[in-house]
């Protein structure tokens, strides 16, 4: 397990009075004088902090990880502090069971990942009608039996640590004469027959997300699907993550929604210093699930949100139902209204899925600026640069088509487009900033600076552009410097901060 650390301020130090996990990277101080570069996973505090100590603390506090004891009062500057970094109470009662129960929790590094379609195998004995969608699913139809049996599963077993909980996610469709469980095995280290555990789900259990606890040893675990009926039966993905249980998913405090199609949006919020702007950053395309862009956002000192997503191979581009995208807009119009902010307060950003993202639902929000680095707008074009331009560079391109309008044509992937430009175009762009680097020889969306510009018909609207040679992936760390470069720029001369 990895290690926690956590920094307790207080008269006393907690190691002589309560048990602390092995895993615990402890620092008490009776005084705090000096933190770490990266800030710590967890703090306590069992009594005020001085105007000094609460400096530092800002720094070396996370939002959601900080807790004090019930005895501690709260009020003036260190209740401005409590509030921004949404703290919590612990009575000194429940604080052994905190740290036998909950502490393990708040580990540093997070994990998600979508088992690939690639890895998943049909029992051999089924039957019927098969059908592989990429990225989009694997759709059977046929008898299944009268009893449960092994219907899928997936190569490639995943490790387990003692002391760890994973959680699972099944995006899936099926007909109601098809009942399905999910079956997780785990298995002896260096063993494909000497069974340690098993744990069966049913659907009940896995409208929501499931979670297998290992108390016991390591070992590699599979996962099976096993069904029963007739009918249509359709596997969209199965994800599985390091768990937080109720702290949070991927990091403390992370927000998840999902549509009833169990498609997922992740959101996490910082407060910050709780004053103008409100900066949402957008995450790009990645397999390894989470969020990215926590570092940055936070070293800006300023409230901000993080928006992510883990649907086909990457992401989908945070596109999809109606009912999907409204998950989108209103957690960021929430957010906004819960700031007491306006729409000139908002900075929307993101890196290339990112600014698909950032575009796309800044038509809801008309931001103050969009701060983005390799823009993508014609997602169509990208699906069909596939064949000729980018043969095999980016396959998932299609898959995004397909997920949309459910097959991956040319005219699908030119609707694609004009899903797009038709809500870009409704929208009032007076007085919006739009800063943009680009790759001048893009070789997934080349027309996406000049087309935005053309796009362009408010009066007001500011264009600040940097085009950099090189195709879609090359030179990305000029691509973030300026990007980031832009940001402070912002921040500094607009909205008054020191950066």
């Known amino acids: 397990m990895d290690n926690v650390s956590v920094l307790q301020l207080g008269k006393e130090d907690w190691r002589?009075?309560?048990?602390?996990?092995?895993?615990?990277?402890?620092?008490?101080?009776?005084?705090?004088?000096?933190?770490?570069?990266?800030?710590?996973?967890?703090?306590?505090?069992?009594?005020?902090?001085?105007?000094?100590?609460?400096?530092?603390?800002?720094?070396?506090t996370k939002a959601y990880c900080l807790y004090i004891t019930t005895t501690v009062p709260?009020?003036?500057?260190?209740?401005?502090?409590?509030?921004?970094?949404?703290?919590?109470?612990?009575?000194e009662k429940d604080i052994q069971t905190f740290l036998d129960n909950e502490l393990k929790y708040f580990f540093a590094k997070s994990y998600g990942e979508k088992f690939r379609n690639t890895n998943l195998d049909i029992a051999l004995d089924f039957k019927g009608r098969v059908e592989w969608h990429g990225n989009c699913g694997i759709e059977l139809e046929g008898d299944f039996g009268e009893e449960y049996s092994q219907l899928m599963f997936w190569r490639n077993n995943i490790p387990i640590a003692k002391g760890q909980t994973i959680e699972f996610w099944m995006e899936y469709e099926k007909e109601s004469g098809v009942e399905i469980k999910i079956v997780i095995t785990q298995f002896q280290p260096g063993s494909l027959s000497n069974v340690i555990k098993k744990?069966?789900?049913?659907?009940?259990?896995?409208?929501?997300?499931?979670?297998?606890?290992?108390?016991?040893?390591?070992?590699?675990?599979?996962?099976?699907?096993h069904a029963k009926g007739e009918g249509k039966f359709k596997i969209i993905a199965l994800h599985d993550r390091f768990s937080r249980k109720r702290h949070g998913h991927f990091i403390p405090g992370g927000m998840r929604k999902v549509s009833s199609k169990r498609e997922e949006v992740f959101f996490y919020f910082d407060p910050g210093d709780m004053k103008p702007p409100l900066n949402?950053?957008?995450?790009?395309?990645?397999?390894?699930?989470?969020?990215?862009?926590?570092?940055?956002?936070?070293?800006?000192?300023?409230?901000?949100l993080l928006v992510s997503e883990?649907?086909?191979?990457?992401?989908?581009?945070?596109?999809?139902?109606?009912?999907?995208?409204?998950?989108?807009?209103?957690?960021?119009?929430?957010?906004?209204?819960?700031?007491?902010?306006?729409p000139s307060d908002v900075i929307m950003s993101g890196l290339s899925m990112g600014t698909y993202g950032a575009l796309y639902y800044?038509?809801?929000?008309?931001?103050?600026?969009?701060?983005?680095?390799?823009?993508?707008?014609?997602?169509?074009?990208?699906?069909?640069?596939?064949?000729?331009?980018?043969?095999?560079?980016?396959?998932?391109?299609?898959?995004?088509?397909?997920?949309?309008?459910?097959?991956?044509?040319?005219?699908?992937?030119?609707?694609?487009?004009?899903?797009?430009?038709?809500?870009?175009?409704?929208?009032?762009?007076?007085?919006?900033?739009?800063?943009m680097s680009y790759m001048i020889e893009d070789d997934y969306d080349s027309n996406a600076y000049e087309n935005v510009i053309s796009h362009l018909k408010s009066g007001g609207v500011k264009v600040y552009g940097k085009g950099v040679h090189g195709r879609h992936n090359d030179n990305t760390g000029a691509i973030v410097g300026w990007f980031s470069s832009q940001f402070e720029k912002i921040l500094r001369e607009d909205f008054g901060r020191d950066i």
């Open 362 to 435: 800044s038509c809801d929000v008309t931001p103050h600026a969009l701060i983005l680095g390799k823009p993508l707008a014609n997602i169509g074009d990208v699906a069909l640069n596939e064949k000729l331009k980018r043969p095999g560079g980016f396959p998932t391109s299609l898959d995004v088509v397909k997920n949309v309008f459910g097959d991956a044509n040319k005219e699908n992937a030119y609707r694609l487009n004009d899903k797009f430009w038709d809500k870009f175009n409704d929208t009032d762009w007076n007085n919006t900033k739009f800063i």
């Open 199 to 225: 744990w069966e789900f049913d659907e009940e259990q896995f409208k929501h997300t499931i979670s297998v606890v290992n108390d016991e040893s390591a070992g590699p675990i599979c996962v099976s699907v």
């Open 280 to 304: 949402v950053y957008f995450s790009g395309y990645k397999t390894k699930e989470g969020f990215e862009g926590y570092f940055l956002m936070r070293n800006m000192n300023a409230p901000f």
């Open 16 to 60: 002589e009075v309560y048990n602390i996990p092995s895993y615990a990277k402890w620092t008490y101080v009776k005084t705090l004088e000096d933190v770490p570069k990266r800030p710590y996973c967890l703090v306590f505090l069992d009594r005020v902090p001085t105007k000094d100590e609460l400096k530092l603390l800002r720094k070396c």
């Open 310 to 342: 883990s649907r086909l191979e990457g992401g989908g581009f945070y596109m999809g139902s109606e009912e999907y995208e409204s998950l989108i807009t209103n957690a960021i119009l929430e957010y906004i209204d819960d700031l007491d902010f306006k």
């Open 74 to 91: 709260i009020k003036g500057e260190f209740m401005e502090f409590c509030i921004s970094k949404l703290a919590n109470k612990i009575n």
